[in-house]
Each structure stands twice: as structure tokens, then as C-alpha cells.
């Protein structure tokens, strides 16, 4: 299943076991927050100030 920016913090973590170390690298270390298991990937990188597209290639491999 292939990640994309409408997916949620939460559902992209429970896809991939290696997300959060991934998010993580990406400075998003706030991602066990709850309000972070709400928010689609595009809201938290638009709030967080990373590379979407960037994300989304990582998230992908």
C-alpha cells in the first residue's frame, strides 16, 4: 500500500513499522502525540515545515 499525503499520522504508522524512525529523521518528533495520530501527513509537514514530497519518497521505499 503506497503512502500519500491524505493518510493519517496514526494509519501511516500502523502501515509501516519503520515510519516514526523515518518521521522522526525528518525532525517530526512529536509524532506519538494524539493530536499527531489526527493529522494527515500534508497537514503535519506543512506545520513542521518539511519537504512533503520529500516525506512521501521515504515513507515509499
Do not use: W, Y
Amino acid at each position: 500500500m503506497a503512502i500519500t499525503k491524505d493518510m493519517l499520522i496514526g494509519e501511516i504508522i500502523k502501515e509501516r513499522s519503520d515510519a516514526p524512525e523515518i518521521l522522526m529523521g525528518f525532525g517530526m518528533g512529536c509524532i506519538g502525540c494524539p493530536s499527531s495520530q489526527m493529522e494527515t501527513l500534508e497537514q503535519a509537514a506543512m506545520v513542521h515545515g518539511l519537504p512533503l514530497e520529500d516525506l512521501l519518497e521515504a515513507l515509499n521505499k
